[in-house]
Nanobody, 119 residues
Framework: QVQLVESGGGLVQAGDSLRLSCAAS????????MGWFRQAPGKEREFVAR????????VSPESVKGRFTISRDNAKNTVYLQMNSLKSEDTAVYYC????????????WGQGTQVTVSS
């Protein structure tokens, strides 16, 4: 069974950078499409970025494109989210997730890491 654990969140000022990490257990990480999501207070969970097992087909919405970069290191069973030029509206709990079927739901979720951006 796959377990995901996020780390790297914290309190930063607007314009700062953070690098989130998500460590996965199990021997099937290389076959998982991984994604990052976030949820701000009073809002629905929002898609942030995704990356396939090969590192191809990286997708992110316009709200973070150009500022956030997703990457993965299959040898370390880890996916990263590099966040630059952070804004107050980026404040949220960030979750990593994984799925085996690219057209299916994300079946595995971490507990989340809090990112707070002060202005």
């Amino acid at each position: 069974q796959v377990q995901l654990v996020e780390s790297g969140g914290g309190l930063v000022q607007a314009g700062d950078s953070l690098r989130l990490s998500c460590a996965a257990s199990g021997r099937t990480f290389s076959r998982l499409e991984m994604g990052w999501f976030r949820q701000a207070p009073g809002k629905e969970r929002e898609f942030v970025a995704r990356i396939r097992w090969s590192g191809e087909n990286i997708v992110s919405p316009e709200s973070v494109k150009g500022r956030f970069t997703i990457s993965r290191d299959n040898a370390k069973n880890t996916v990263y989210l590099q966040m630059n030029s952070l804004k107050s509206e980026d404040t949220a709990v960030y979750y990593c997730a994984g799925r085996f079927k690219v057209f299916g739901p994300y079946d595995y979720w971490g507990q989340g890491t809090q990112v707070t951006v002060s202005s």
